[in-house]
Structure formats: C-alpha cells, structure tokens
C-alpha cells in the first residue's frame, strides 16, 4: 500500500513572529521556517507503517514555491521515500493559500497517485483551520477519519481511534482513506515539538 503525506511550510514555532511596519501582513523576511509540527507527526505515522510492513510507499506532497523544497528534504531524512512539489508562485507571502484550494491540488495529486491512505497534520500552526482534511476527502469521496490519537491497518480496514468531546470514539474506516492527526497519535523520533504541544500530549 502506498501512503500520502501532506506537508506544509510553516514559520518555525521557535521564532517570535513580527507584523509588517504597515500591518499588512506577517514579516517573512529572514525568518527561520520549518516543518508544519502536526505534519512532522503526519510523516512519523506513515513511516511506521511502513516500518509495521502495512505499507510499501511512502510519499510526501507539499504545495509552495520553490523554498519548500526544504521541508520535502527534511520529510525524506525522516525515512519517506519520495517527494513531490505543487509548485505555486514565489509570492511575498505563500503561506495564504485558501485551504479549499489545497484541498483541489491535493485532490489531483491523489487521483494521480492513488495511495491507500492520506495522512495529513489536522490543522497548521500558522493558520489553524483544520479544513483540509475534510474537505479532501469530500472531494475524493474517500471516508475520512479527523483527529486520529490511534491508526490501525488490517487488510482493507483502517481503525481510526480518535478525540470527540466525551473521550475517544473508533471508527473502521474503508480503504483508501483519509486521516488527519492528532497529538496523542505519536511523538516523531526526530522532531522537537514546541512545549505547549508536549503539555497536550497528558492522557485524556
């Protein structure tokens, strides 16, 4: 089985975010940038599984300019196993992509690639909508399982343990499938996550 992992170029959670001199928007200028944090959990996953013998591929996606290139890179040294570039224009600010949007080009990358499961960060630290998930698997029709604490894959099932209001709740999940992550999903082996992001780690 092949996995897909979403990826975005985000500002470096370390990094104290200055605002334009005309307030028009956040100074991107000699910013230090990263590897979105949930997406860094994301790749853990897939990897994984891949490392549990349920998949034979795993291949990250990231849509930017040219400079996310870098967080491709830094997904490989993590063990993917292939990279692939949505190029956009080099814009003074190429973080503000409409999700939907995202959700169109990941949605033709999908039916290119044709992975058994898609496995994104369930929001980005910039932006925080936690919409892309959902609305791709709408626009592929796939199941989708949001906010994962636990991924489990036997045969053509995928059980998807994830966080509602009153505890956790397990979904079966028909393959190929659509899962955004959590915190509580795993810690990446190579990753140092922000503190505040440690402290949401406490069991529920």
Known sequence: MKILVSVKRVIDYNVKVRVKADNSDVDLANVKMALNPFCEIAVEEAIRLKEAGVASEVVVVSIGPKAVQEQLRTA???????????????????????????????????????????????????????QVGQMLAALTGRPQGTFASAVKVEGDKAMVTREVDGGLRTLSLDLPAIVTTDLRLNEPRYAKLPDIMKAKRKPL
């Open 76 to 130: 490989m040294a993590l063990g993917a196993d292939r990279a692939i570039q949505v190029e956009t224009d080099d814009m003074p600010q190429p973080l503000n992509i409409e999700p939907l949007n995202v959700a169109k080009l990941l949605a033709k990358v999908v039916e290119a690639e044709q992975p058994g499961l898609v496995i994104l960060g369930k929001q980005s630290i910039d932006s925080d909508n936690n």
